[in-house]
């Protein structure tokens, strides 16, 4: 491992309290009581209403003689919109807690919720360079895929539904109080969604890794979960009721979403955000059609790091040197997109005009969030606009 040291004092913060491993689900009772909350209002989506996880919870719940009140109404890439019936939701029901459950969406609208009970206002008062620190509710985080993270980060991101900007809010008011991690909510995440958010976790882990924000306590994490992601991603997408695999791929999205919360993510988050907006493609996926082409531009400005993360993957040894082993990792990644069918966006169906047209703007909203800052090497606007030209594809 590439010793770093960074330039200044860190801070490192996770849930207070995390309960990992299959059949997990069934301690969410007991969470709440240590944390002295029962009126929860459980976020969560339609799909996770009508296949049985938001019944199973609210169940759960109601037989502990707590009070929750179920939202499912959640969208995929939350709104400024799409907050208000939720947050409208949270104060009827007089809610001390928020339950977030689900994949990155859900959780990400119950943060929003919870700091807007406490705060007021609107979520663009929130937004970076902002950083949000004050009262939210506590949240308690329950995954049901295995990529965002967001259990353990301190950010949510929530999309203008006016400007059409995703937005970056981050500080301790978005941490969770406590995250339930049970790979057991996982089985059923069919092959696409699997591919995505797997590959999402990955870009958290290999971004905290070589961010110019990385810590000696972040990077063990980024490497534990790059080699675990390397063992198993393809796994799970092969065989979704593989226990082992999904139980390995959920304990590193997890580790990964520790890992960038306390070191940051940097330009494959930065173009990925703006593709999500205009185009309405999943978060995890716009990750994974930037993957190879910000790597390839970035692995000059921190040979070494990417070679760490080559090595961790499998995909070179001590016997290479650090360039061989960086150029490696391209590589390497250029075949687990290919293996897991990443579509380029005009495979994706994008149209070539909207997509050329709206460049110079993704470029600016891409500086704007600041995580190209944390890069490696730091893009221009003109580079940004290359790299978005070249993966079109």
Not at 265 to 281: C, K
């Amino acid at each position: 491992m590439t010793t770093h040291v960074p330039p200044t004092i860190s801070q490192f913060s996770q849930p207070g309290d995390l309960r990992v491993g299959g059949g997990a689900l069934a301690q969410l009772p007991d969470v709440l009581k240590t944390l002295g909350l029962c009126r929860p209002l459980v976020v969560t989506d339609r799909f996770l209403l009508d296949t049985g996880p938001a019944r199973r919870v609210m169940t759960i719940l109601e037989s502990q003689g707590m009070a929750p009140r179920l939202f499912h109404e959640t969208v995929p890439d939350p709104t400024t919109d799409s907050l208000k019936a939720a947050v409208a939701a949270a104060g009827e029901h007089g809610c001390d807690a928020v339950i977030g459950l689900g994949g990155g969406s859900p959780m990400d609208t119950a943060k929003a919720v919870a700091l807007l009970v406490a705060q007021g206002g609107a979520m663009a008062d929130y937004k970076a360079p902002v950083r949000n620190d004050g009262p939210a509710l506590p949240v308690i985080a329950v995954p049901t895929t295995a990529g965002s993270g967001s259990e353990a980060t301190q950010f949510t991101i929530i999309t203008d539904s006016v400007s059409q900007e995703k937005m970056l809010c981050a500080g301790r008011s978005f941490l969770p109080a406590a995250a339930i991690v049970d790979y057991e909510l996982t089985l059923s995440m069919p092959a696409r969604l699997t591919a995505d958010t797997g590959i999402d976790a990955l870009t958290h882990a290999i971004e905290a890794y070589v961010s110019k924000k990385a810590t000696p306590l972040t990077d063990g994490l980024c490497l534990t979960a790059i080699s675990s992601i390397g063992r198993h991603l393809r796994r799970a997408h092969a065989d979704g009721g593989d226990a082992e695999a999904r139980a390995a791929m959920m304990v590193a999205a997890t580790q990964a979403g520790i890992a960038f919360s306390n070191s940051s993510v940097a330009l494959v988050h930065g173009m990925s955000r703006p593709i999500g907006a205009h185009f309405q493609v999943a978060h995890g996926l716009s990750n994974a059609m930037l993957l190879v082409a910000v790597t390839e531009f970035s692995i000059s400005a921190a040979t070494a790091r990417y070679a760490d993360c080559a090595r961790a993957l499998g995909l070179a040894d001590s016997g290479h040197d650090d360039g061989a082993a960086a150029r490696r990792l391209v590589a390497g990644l250029a075949d687990l997109c290919r293996d897991l069918q990443v579509p380029t966006p005009r495979e994706y169906g994008i149209d070539h005009e909207a997509w050329h047209r709206l460049i110079p703007v993704m470029a600016q909203q891409a500086l704007a969030s600041g995580s190209p800052a944390n890069n490696p090497r730091v893009p221009s606007a003109e580079d940004i606009e290359q790299l978005y030209t070249s993966i079109y594809c």
